[in-house]
């Protein structure tokens, strides 16, 4: 699917998926225990709880927008 980006022009980030659905898209707490489920996502320092997917999309947006810039790319 890069070829697709390439070809309209978007920016591509690839993102490492490992611990992407046990991290907290809150505070970045990653534990095992986080996942009750394969639909819930609970984390056990801050008690947030909401959907395993939606966790897991916000956690890859936010590790994504984090890497930092390059100038002249």
Partial sequence: ??????????PL???????????CSAYG???KENRKSQVA???VKCGMLIN???????T???ASAMEP?????
């Fill in 13 to 23: 980030r690839f993102v490492d998926p490992r611990n992407t659905s046990r991290t």
């Fill in 41 to 43: 996502f609970c984390c």
């Fill in 52 to 58: 395993a997917g939606i966790n897991a999309a916000i």
């Fill in 29 to 31: 707490h990653c534990a």
């Fill in 69 to 73: 810039l390059l100038l002249g790319r």
């Fill in 1 to 10: 699917m890069s070829y697709k980006a390439a070809l309209a022009d978007v």
């Fill in 60 to 62: 890859i947006s936010r």
